[in-house]
């Protein structure tokens, strides 16, 4: 063997890496997750551990997989890490969707799900809601390691590379069921296929609204990180009782559909902004003009 071999077979996986970038994300986020995560339901079926502060740890650990996988593929394609990074140092936009990315969560759950859970037999009781002291510490928990640290990856780096190819609509619907598998370790503690059913539409839904955020923002993955926090973090104002009941997840799925369709309607499925599309290069992606000097930078919605 030559030392010629290693760097040919090194060459031909980065550039297999390069013509399939998404992909290679998507395999590398869960594999990097899963690693952690799958034990965790596993073990406890097996009794070899309990809820505590190992899986607390694990479930932590393992939500940086899609962070990690964002990096290392930029890393690996030639792009820059520090651009895409970048992404979430982008805070200035029009002070109108900072307002909408900490009312829309709120909005969702008190303005939406908590009639129609209230409808279908729910009940309204002010001692579900939280201490309103530990809100703040709530979300700042979530925008760090609880939901917050995956939006570099999934819309820091997939959403940028697959608007690329295709609109923004069917590139949340792809990152919304690649999201939703990649939980499923978490799904597998919860043991009905109508609460996995209920958990992939909802995915989903929120997979539609952070895009819309994204790009709406000129491509800042600080505002879908705040979003995350608050998604997670409003919860913690549900007025209703019975947040995890059968009626209750009908009527998140519920809020959720009504929320997309009105966004949806107001900015069209296809473009979902008025703004131009973030493409690839925003995510610190090699321009096309560095790789092939006859080409030019473009983003296309189909």
Known sequence: MTFEEPERSEG?????????PVVTFFVLACAITWTTWIPVPL??????????PLVFFAFVAGSFGPLLAGAIVTYLTGGSVRGWASQILRWRFHPLWWVLIFLVPVGLYLGLMAPIHVGLGGTF???????????????????????????????????????????PFVSSLIIGVVWAIWHLPVGLIESTGSNHLIAIITVIGISIVTTWVYNNTGGSVLATMVLHAGVNGAQHLYPVEG?????????????WLILVAAILGIFGWRQMTTKPIPGAIKAGAVPHSRSNPKSSPTVTAN
Not at 43 to 52: D, K, P, Q, T
Request: glycine share 14%.
């Open 12 to 20: 031909h996986i980065k550039s297999a890496i390069r013509a399939h």
């Open 43 to 52: 073990g406890l079926r097996e009794g070899w551990f309990e809820i505590g």
């Open 125 to 167: 009781g002010a001692g579900q809601i939280g201490p309103l002291a530990a809100l703040p510490m709530t979300y700042l928990s979530i925008f760090l390691w609880g939901g917050g640290n995956e939006e570099l990856g999934w819309r820091g780096f997939a959403l940028p590379y697959l608007q690329e190819t295709y609109s």
């Open 243 to 255: 947040l995890l009941s059968p009626e209750a997840e009908v009527a998140r799925v519920l809020a």
